[in-house]
Structure formats: C-alpha cells, structure tokens
C-alpha cells in the first residue's frame, strides 16, 4: 500500500518558517530532507546548533561569541541592542564591518555575548567572531572576509609593568634635591 501513494502526499512543499527561512521538504516521508534557502538566495548549509552558525573572536583581553541566524537584522550584545551597549559610533562600525563587507546588513541575526577587556577590545572580538560566523554561513565568502582583515587577529597587547618603574617603561622622576 505504501507503493500506492496519492499525489499529495508526494508532492514537494515549500514552507517558511517564523525566522524567514525558506525550507523544501516532501511530505510523507519519515526522514524530512530539509533545504534551507538564506535571504541572499543561497543555500544555507543545516547547522547543528538549532539554526546558529557560531563563530569566537578575541582581541586584548576581550572574548566575544557571535552567534548568527538568516532573519531581518537584529543585532544584541549583552542582551542590549548594538547602539545601547556601544555608544561610540566607532565601535558599532568596528562591530558591523563584516555585515557591510558581504552587504548582508538587515539579512542576519546577531546575538553576541562578550567579557573582558574594555569596549574597543570588545568591538574587535566582536568584529573578527562575526567574520568567522559569517565564514560559517557563507563558505564562498572567505576571500572577501579574509582581503578585508575580519580574520586577522590584533596581536598587540598591554605591555607589562616592570619593577622599578611607574607602569611599563615610565621610570621615576629625577629631583635635584
């Protein structure tokens, strides 16, 4: 009987979700083989983490996890929106770099959680785990990433205070008397 199936429960359903994300799959089958189509119109490779492509940035003494979704632009840091967490316009460019770099700005999801350092390190980290979510999500776009500096991690670092001076390098004040 199984054989004898009825056009309906063989046809190809296309569905979308509550995120935007267009998935393909045939009903009446026990195995739902699902395509996900991102909205740039590329195929989005099925991650294991419940729809998040995750990528981890560092920079100083910062840590920063990029989680990313395909959906309409949302961009949380800290459980507060980018322009609350980050006054500086500066550090919001720093953060969205790789958004502008692919031109995939309102397309993505981005939750982010960051410790450690100050707010441009953090920005940093954020900027390079953001490059290597993205890497995640889109494959082909390593090049572009990678000609832009989003996985380049900053090695300078706060020099250490040596004995016998003020801070790294400052030494004491000479008096006359």
Known sequence: MEENKTEA??????????????SESIAGESEEAVVEVDPTGRLVESSKSGGYHWGTGRRKNAVARVRIR??????????????DYFPRGVDQSMC??????LE???????FVNTHGGGNTGQAGAIRMGLGRALLALYPD???TLAEAGHFTRDPRMVERKKYGRHGARRGHQWGKR
């Open 9 to 22: 429960e063989t046809e190809q359903v296309l569905t979308m979700d509550g995120s935007g994300i267009a």
């Open 70 to 83: 395909p959906g309409s632009g949302e961009f949380v840091v800290n459980g507060k929106v980018l322009g």
């Open 104 to 110: 995939t700005g309102k397309k993505v999801d981005i």
């Open 96 to 101: 969205k770099s790789p958004l502008v770099t």
């Open 141 to 143: 776009a390593h090049r």
